[in-house]
T-cell receptor, first 117, second 117 residues
Framework: GAVVSQHPSRVICKSGTSVKIECRSLDFQATTMFWYRQFPKKSLMLMATSNEGSKATYEQGVEKDKFLINHASLTLSTLTVTSAHPEDSSFYIC?????????????FGPGTRLTVL | AQTVTQSQPEMSVQEAETVTLSCTYDTSESNYYLFWYKQPPSRQMILVIRQEAYKQQNATENRFSVNFQKAAKSFSLKISDSQLGDTAMYFCAFILYYGGATNKLIFGTGTLLAVQP
């Protein structure tokens, strides 16, 4: 199956700093990428959808200026948490779908655990 | 709007036994996909099984099978011969067949399955 990677897998940062998380599709071109946030033992909460070369579509209640999403190429999307605070600590997961894959099937990255001190 | 409901927050099953996880959904559309995803303690999302709504035959993947009842909007997952490695959070998900560039998965709240030795 198609592979999606995320980097870093874990990050610890101080309050007020910015953190960038990368999501890469390794063996396919990702026309659409998704960013999710997940709290322990809870479901995935979609934050935003990004299509290559265009602005991300954010879900209601997600702060666009806090969670900056860039999808500059067909294999890379980034999520930047700006001025992170302890309440931003969470598990962030990306997923992707693309051309040539099973219709509407999404492939998930392994996730990034963010801890803000 | 589409919704997915999983009414069993937690379930437990003995190794080698069979267990069924429930999922109901609501939509006014007729063309869509349904999925079951598994999220083990590693938190990597893994696709277990997929069902296209236009197919009457229930999907099966080795020990995993579904009971898809379109009229009742029900999509349960049966795990036969349960193994310790099946211990995970299981999410039911829905996506429209045609939903445009921002077509997105709608997840249920999840069922935490524990397989007991």
């Amino acid at each position: 199956g198609a592979v999606v990677s995320q980097h870093p897998s874990r990050v610890i940062c101080k309050s007020g700093t910015s953190v960038k998380i990368e999501c890469r599709s390794l063996d396919f071109q990702a026309t659409t990428m998704f960013w999710y946030r997940q709290f322990p033992k809870k479901s995935l909460m979609l934050m935003a959808t990004s299509n290559e070369g265009s602005k991300a579509t954010y879900e209601q209640g997600v702060e666009k200026d806090k969670f900056l999403i860039n999808h500059a190429s067909l294999t890379l999307s980034t999520l930047t948490v700006t001025s992170a605070h302890p309440e931003d600590s969470s598990f962030y997961i990306c997923s992707a779908r693309g051309e040539g894959l099973v219709h509407n099937e999404q492939f998930f990255g392994p996730g990034t655990r963010l801890t803000v001190l | 709007a589409q919704t997915v409901t999983q009414s069993q927050p937690e379930m437990s099953v003995q190794e080698a036994e069979t267990v069924t996880l429930s999922c109901t959904y609501d939509t006014s559309e007729s063309n869509y996909y349904l999925f079951w995803y598994k999220q083990p303690p590693s938190r990597q999302m893994i696709l277990v099984i997929r069902q296209e709504a236009y197919k009457q035959q229930n999907a099966t993947e080795n020990r995993f099978s579904v009971n898809f009842q379109k009229a009742a909007k029900s999509f349960s997952l049966k795990i036969s011969d349960s193994q310790l490695g099946d211990t995970a959070m299981y999410f039911c998900a829905f996506i429209l067949y045609y939903g445009g560039a921002t077509n997105k998965l709608i997840f249920g709240t999840g069922t935490l399955l524990a397989v007991q030795p």
